[in-house]
Protein backbone atom coordinates (compact mmCIF):
# COMPACT_ATOMS: atom_id res chain seq x y z
CA UNK A 1 0.00 0.00 0.00
CA UNK A 2 1.24 3.27 -1.07
CA UNK A 3 1.26 6.22 1.02
CA UNK A 4 2.05 10.12 0.23
CA UNK A 5 1.02 14.00 2.06
CA UNK A 6 -2.15 15.21 0.87
CA UNK A 7 -4.50 17.61 2.37
CA UNK A 8 -8.10 18.24 1.60
CA UNK A 9 -10.15 21.13 0.79
CA UNK A 10 -14.06 21.67 0.09
CA UNK A 11 -14.22 25.59 -0.60
CA UNK A 12 -14.23 25.15 -4.57
CA UNK A 13 -17.41 25.38 -6.44
CA UNK A 14 -19.06 22.32 -6.68
CA UNK A 15 -20.31 21.02 -10.54
CA UNK A 16 -23.75 20.25 -10.35
CA UNK A 17 -24.95 16.77 -10.69
CA UNK A 18 -26.00 15.37 -13.70
CA UNK A 19 -29.10 13.47 -12.20
CA UNK A 20 -30.63 13.80 -8.46
CA UNK A 21 -34.00 13.85 -7.44
CA UNK A 22 -35.97 17.40 -5.91
CA UNK A 23 -36.31 17.15 -2.24
CA UNK A 24 -39.34 19.99 -2.82
CA UNK A 25 -41.24 17.90 -5.36
CA UNK A 26 -44.36 17.36 -3.56
CA UNK A 27 -45.08 14.07 -5.59
CA UNK A 28 -42.22 12.89 -3.40
CA UNK A 29 -43.12 13.68 0.08
CA UNK A 30 -46.57 14.36 2.10
CA UNK A 31 -47.11 16.62 5.17
CA UNK A 32 -48.77 14.65 7.87
CA UNK A 33 -49.68 15.57 11.33
CA UNK A 34 -49.43 13.56 14.59
CA UNK A 35 -47.54 13.59 18.43
CA UNK A 36 -44.62 13.18 19.36
CA UNK A 37 -43.15 11.75 22.67
CA UNK A 38 -44.92 14.72 25.17
CA UNK A 39 -48.39 14.68 23.07
CA UNK A 40 -47.67 17.75 21.52
CA UNK A 41 -48.69 18.64 17.80
CA UNK A 42 -46.07 18.02 15.00
CA UNK A 43 -46.10 17.64 11.59
CA UNK A 44 -43.58 15.73 9.82
CA UNK A 45 -42.35 14.91 6.10
CA UNK A 46 -43.04 11.28 4.77
CA UNK A 47 -41.87 9.70 1.90
CA UNK A 48 -44.49 8.64 -0.75
CA UNK A 49 -44.44 5.40 -1.83
CA UNK A 50 -46.14 3.86 -5.11
CA UNK A 51 -46.91 0.84 -6.75
CA UNK A 52 -44.99 0.70 -10.30
CA UNK A 53 -45.89 -2.51 -12.67
CA UNK A 54 -43.18 -3.31 -15.37
CA UNK A 55 -43.96 -4.85 -18.72
CA UNK A 56 -41.13 -6.60 -21.14
CA UNK A 57 -42.32 -6.89 -24.20
CA UNK A 58 -46.03 -7.15 -23.06
CA UNK A 59 -45.29 -9.75 -20.56
CA UNK A 60 -45.50 -8.92 -16.92
CA UNK A 61 -42.13 -9.00 -14.88
CA UNK A 62 -43.25 -7.07 -11.54
CA UNK A 63 -44.89 -4.75 -9.51
CA UNK A 64 -42.43 -2.46 -7.26
CA UNK A 65 -42.98 -0.24 -4.81
CA UNK A 66 -41.00 3.16 -5.27
CA UNK A 67 -41.45 6.79 -5.33
CA UNK A 68 -41.60 6.59 -8.81
CA UNK A 69 -39.23 9.61 -9.85
CA UNK A 70 -37.13 7.91 -12.30
CA UNK A 71 -39.39 4.88 -13.66
CA UNK A 72 -38.03 4.41 -17.30
CA UNK A 73 -34.39 4.69 -15.81
CA UNK A 74 -36.15 2.03 -13.03
CA UNK A 75 -37.90 -0.62 -15.65
CA UNK A 76 -34.06 -0.38 -17.26
CA UNK A 77 -31.84 -0.83 -14.64
CA UNK A 78 -34.00 -3.97 -12.87
CA UNK A 79 -34.08 -5.54 -16.18
CA UNK A 80 -30.35 -5.29 -16.76
CA UNK A 81 -29.25 -6.08 -13.22
CA UNK A 82 -32.04 -9.27 -13.80
CA UNK A 83 -30.53 -10.30 -16.57
CA UNK A 84 -33.80 -10.32 -18.32
CA UNK A 85 -32.05 -7.78 -20.66
CA UNK A 86 -28.55 -7.63 -22.59
CA UNK A 87 -26.52 -4.32 -22.36
CA UNK A 88 -26.28 -4.83 -26.70
CA UNK A 89 -30.29 -4.91 -26.86
CA UNK A 90 -31.71 -2.54 -28.71
CA UNK A 91 -34.20 -1.00 -26.77
CA UNK A 92 -37.37 0.27 -29.13
CA UNK A 93 -39.16 2.16 -26.43
CA UNK A 94 -39.66 2.29 -22.87
CA UNK A 95 -43.35 3.86 -22.50
CA UNK A 96 -44.86 5.27 -19.16
CA UNK A 97 -48.45 5.89 -18.48
CA UNK A 98 -48.42 7.67 -14.82
CA UNK A 99 -52.09 7.49 -14.15
CA UNK A 100 -52.14 3.43 -14.57
CA UNK A 101 -48.78 3.15 -12.48
CA UNK A 102 -46.98 1.24 -15.82
CA UNK A 103 -44.29 1.21 -17.75
CA UNK A 104 -42.92 -0.97 -20.30
CA UNK A 105 -39.69 -1.73 -22.21
CA UNK A 106 -39.80 -2.96 -25.75
CA UNK A 107 -36.94 -5.06 -27.44
CA UNK A 108 -35.83 -5.80 -30.98
CA UNK A 109 -34.62 -9.15 -29.52
CA UNK A 110 -37.48 -11.61 -28.22
CA UNK A 111 -36.01 -11.88 -24.63
CA UNK A 112 -35.84 -15.50 -22.70
CA UNK A 113 -38.10 -13.88 -19.67
CA UNK A 114 -39.86 -16.65 -19.72
CA UNK A 115 -37.48 -18.73 -17.97
CA UNK A 116 -36.11 -16.32 -16.00
CA UNK A 117 -39.47 -16.24 -14.11
CA UNK A 118 -39.44 -19.96 -13.80
CA UNK A 119 -36.39 -19.31 -11.40
CA UNK A 120 -36.76 -17.15 -8.09
CA UNK A 121 -34.15 -16.26 -5.72
CA UNK A 122 -34.69 -15.10 -2.16
CA UNK A 123 -32.74 -11.96 -1.83
CA UNK A 124 -31.84 -9.60 1.18
CA UNK A 125 -32.72 -6.81 -0.52
CA UNK A 126 -35.55 -4.66 1.12
CA UNK A 127 -38.62 -3.52 -0.75
CA UNK A 128 -37.40 -5.85 -3.12
CA UNK A 129 -37.95 -9.60 -1.55
CA UNK A 130 -37.39 -12.18 -4.80
CA UNK A 131 -34.95 -11.75 -7.65
CA UNK A 132 -35.91 -13.20 -10.72
CA UNK A 133 -33.27 -15.32 -12.22
CA UNK A 134 -30.09 -17.15 -11.73
CA UNK A 135 -28.52 -13.99 -9.98
CA UNK A 136 -25.11 -15.70 -10.41
CA UNK A 137 -25.69 -16.41 -13.93
CA UNK A 138 -22.30 -15.49 -16.11
CA UNK A 139 -20.83 -14.49 -13.04
CA UNK A 140 -17.53 -16.43 -12.37
CA UNK A 141 -16.85 -14.74 -16.42
CA UNK A 142 -16.78 -11.67 -15.14
CA UNK A 143 -13.79 -9.72 -14.28
CA UNK A 144 -13.72 -5.81 -13.50
CA UNK A 145 -10.46 -3.67 -14.61
CA UNK A 146 -8.01 -3.02 -11.31
CA UNK A 147 -9.25 0.19 -11.01
CA UNK A 148 -7.15 2.56 -7.80
CA UNK A 149 -8.62 4.89 -5.26
CA UNK A 150 -7.21 7.49 -3.54
CA UNK A 151 -8.02 8.32 0.26
CA UNK A 152 -8.23 11.70 -1.19
CA UNK A 153 -11.08 10.96 -3.35
CA UNK A 154 -12.81 9.13 -0.61
CA UNK A 155 -12.79 11.50 1.74
CA UNK A 156 -14.25 14.33 -0.72
CA UNK A 157 -16.68 12.14 -1.75
CA UNK A 158 -18.13 11.51 1.44
CA UNK A 159 -18.34 14.87 1.95
CA UNK A 160 -20.20 16.15 -0.93
CA UNK A 161 -22.58 13.36 -0.97
CA UNK A 162 -23.57 13.93 3.02
CA UNK A 163 -23.89 17.98 2.35
CA UNK A 164 -26.14 16.99 -0.87
CA UNK A 165 -29.88 18.44 -0.69
CA UNK A 166 -31.83 14.98 -0.29
CA UNK A 167 -35.26 13.27 0.43
CA UNK A 168 -34.00 11.38 3.07
CA UNK A 169 -33.27 15.15 4.99
CA UNK A 170 -36.13 15.90 4.28
CA UNK A 171 -38.46 13.42 4.94
CA UNK A 172 -36.37 9.55 5.73
CA UNK A 173 -37.32 6.67 5.40
CA UNK A 174 -35.60 6.23 2.00
CA UNK A 175 -31.77 4.90 0.58
CA UNK A 176 -29.10 6.71 -1.37
CA UNK A 177 -26.43 5.45 -3.98
CA UNK A 178 -24.45 7.88 -6.16
CA UNK A 179 -22.06 7.07 -9.18
CA UNK A 180 -18.93 8.57 -9.07
CA UNK A 181 -15.96 9.79 -10.84
CA UNK A 182 -12.52 10.04 -8.67
CA UNK A 183 -13.63 12.77 -6.34
CA UNK A 184 -17.04 14.19 -7.87
CA UNK A 185 -20.40 12.26 -7.54
CA UNK A 186 -21.96 12.44 -10.97
CA UNK A 187 -25.57 10.81 -10.49
CA UNK A 188 -27.55 10.62 -7.52
CA UNK A 189 -30.54 8.38 -6.85
CA UNK A 190 -32.88 7.67 -4.02
CA UNK A 191 -35.91 5.22 -3.66
CA UNK A 192 -37.60 3.67 -0.61
CA UNK A 193 -35.50 0.62 -1.46
CA UNK A 194 -31.83 0.53 -1.83
CA UNK A 195 -31.83 -1.99 -4.92
CA UNK A 196 -34.06 0.23 -6.64
CA UNK A 197 -31.79 3.18 -6.31
CA UNK A 198 -29.41 0.86 -8.06
CA UNK A 199 -31.30 0.07 -10.53
CA UNK A 200 -32.52 3.49 -11.74
CA UNK A 201 -28.81 4.14 -11.82
CA UNK A 202 -28.00 1.20 -13.61
CA UNK A 203 -30.53 2.07 -16.23
CA UNK A 204 -29.24 5.78 -16.59
CA UNK A 205 -25.62 4.42 -17.48
CA UNK A 206 -27.64 2.29 -20.12
CA UNK A 207 -29.50 5.08 -21.57
CA UNK A 208 -26.14 7.32 -21.39
CA UNK A 209 -23.80 4.94 -22.74
CA UNK A 210 -21.76 5.89 -19.34
CA UNK A 211 -18.71 3.78 -19.44
CA UNK A 212 -18.60 1.80 -15.79
CA UNK A 213 -14.56 0.77 -15.70
CA UNK A 214 -13.39 3.96 -14.32
CA UNK A 215 -16.30 4.30 -11.83
CA UNK A 216 -17.30 4.22 -8.35
CA UNK A 217 -20.50 3.36 -6.69
CA UNK A 218 -21.70 4.55 -3.41
CA UNK A 219 -24.67 2.97 -1.65
CA UNK A 220 -26.25 3.72 2.05
CA UNK A 221 -27.11 -0.09 1.92
CA UNK A 222 -25.85 -2.87 3.27
CA UNK A 223 -23.15 -4.44 1.74
CA UNK A 224 -24.34 -8.12 0.58
CA UNK A 225 -24.45 -10.48 -2.37
CA UNK A 226 -26.96 -9.22 -4.59
CA UNK A 227 -25.36 -5.63 -3.79
CA UNK A 228 -21.98 -7.02 -5.16
CA UNK A 229 -23.69 -8.70 -7.70
CA UNK A 230 -25.40 -6.06 -9.44
CA UNK A 231 -21.99 -3.97 -8.75
CA UNK A 232 -20.38 -6.36 -11.46
CA UNK A 233 -23.25 -6.56 -13.38
CA UNK A 234 -23.14 -2.91 -13.90
CA UNK A 235 -19.14 -3.19 -14.77
CA UNK A 236 -18.55 -0.68 -11.56
CA UNK A 237 -14.83 -1.68 -9.99
CA UNK A 238 -15.37 -0.01 -6.64
CA UNK A 239 -18.03 -0.23 -4.24
CA UNK A 240 -18.26 1.75 -0.96
CA UNK A 241 -21.17 2.14 1.34
CA UNK A 242 -21.47 3.14 4.82
CA UNK A 243 -23.03 0.27 6.12
CA UNK A 244 -21.39 -2.93 6.81
CA UNK A 245 -20.83 -6.18 5.33
CA UNK A 246 -22.11 -9.49 4.66
CA UNK A 247 -19.43 -12.98 4.57
CA UNK A 248 -20.56 -14.14 0.80
CA UNK A 249 -20.77 -10.20 -0.47
CA UNK A 250 -17.03 -10.00 0.82
CA UNK A 251 -16.77 -13.51 -1.09
CA UNK A 252 -18.29 -12.65 -3.99
CA UNK A 253 -16.22 -9.18 -4.74
CA UNK A 254 -13.05 -10.80 -3.66
CA UNK A 255 -13.88 -13.31 -7.01
CA UNK A 256 -14.99 -10.94 -9.08
CA UNK A 257 -12.11 -8.05 -8.37
CA UNK A 258 -14.61 -5.46 -6.43
CA UNK A 259 -12.47 -3.22 -4.39
CA UNK A 260 -15.27 -3.50 -1.43
CA UNK A 261 -15.14 -0.67 1.49
CA UNK A 262 -17.73 -0.53 4.29
CA UNK A 263 -18.25 0.95 7.50
CA UNK A 264 -17.47 4.43 5.78
CA UNK A 265 -18.35 7.35 8.10
CA UNK A 266 -16.29 10.47 8.71
CA UNK A 267 -12.21 9.31 8.87
CA UNK A 268 -12.85 5.34 9.33
CA UNK A 269 -13.64 3.18 6.54
CA UNK A 270 -12.98 -0.81 6.43
CA UNK A 271 -11.70 -2.29 2.76
CA UNK A 272 -12.05 -6.25 2.72
CA UNK A 273 -11.51 -6.45 -0.66
CA UNK A 274 -8.78 -4.75 -3.56
CA UNK A 275 -7.50 -2.99 -0.45
CA UNK A 276 -4.28 -3.15 -2.04
CA UNK A 277 -5.13 -1.06 -4.91
CA UNK A 278 -6.03 1.91 -1.75
CA UNK A 279 -4.13 4.96 -2.45
CA UNK A 280 -3.34 6.58 1.44
CA UNK A 281 -2.58 10.31 0.20
CA UNK A 282 -5.10 12.07 2.63
CA UNK A 283 -3.87 13.64 5.73
CA UNK A 284 -6.30 12.85 8.23
CA UNK A 285 -5.80 16.23 10.29
CA UNK A 286 -7.75 18.03 7.39
CA UNK A 287 -10.42 15.21 7.18
CA UNK A 288 -13.90 16.58 9.07
CA UNK A 289 -15.66 13.93 11.29
CA UNK A 290 -18.97 13.33 10.02
CA UNK A 291 -21.71 15.09 11.41
CA UNK A 292 -24.18 13.43 13.70
CA UNK A 293 -26.80 15.99 12.98
CA UNK A 294 -27.06 14.58 9.43
CA UNK A 295 -27.48 11.22 9.43
CA UNK A 296 -29.82 11.41 12.82
CA UNK A 297 -31.90 13.60 12.15
CA UNK A 298 -34.68 11.15 10.89
CA UNK A 299 -33.18 8.19 13.27
CA UNK A 300 -31.32 6.57 9.86
CA UNK A 301 -31.12 2.86 10.23
CA UNK A 302 -28.08 1.67 8.35
Known amino acids: MRRGPGALTFRRMEPPLLVQPDPTDPRLTRRVSGLDQTGARVEASVTVERPLTLYLNGQEIVTMMTILDRPEELALGYLLNQGMLRRDDAVQGVEYDEDLG ?95 AVDKIAGWMFRAGCEPGDKIFYTTGRLTSEMVIKTVRMGIPILVSRSGFTAWGVELAREAGVMLIGRCKGRRFTALSGEERIVFDADLAYVEEESAKHWRKNGRDD
Open 102 to 196: VVVVRTERRTDYEEKLKKKTLTSGCAQGTAFGDLLEDFAARRLPPAELRTSWLYRLLHRINTLPTLYLEAGAIHGCALCEQDRPLVYMEDVGRHN
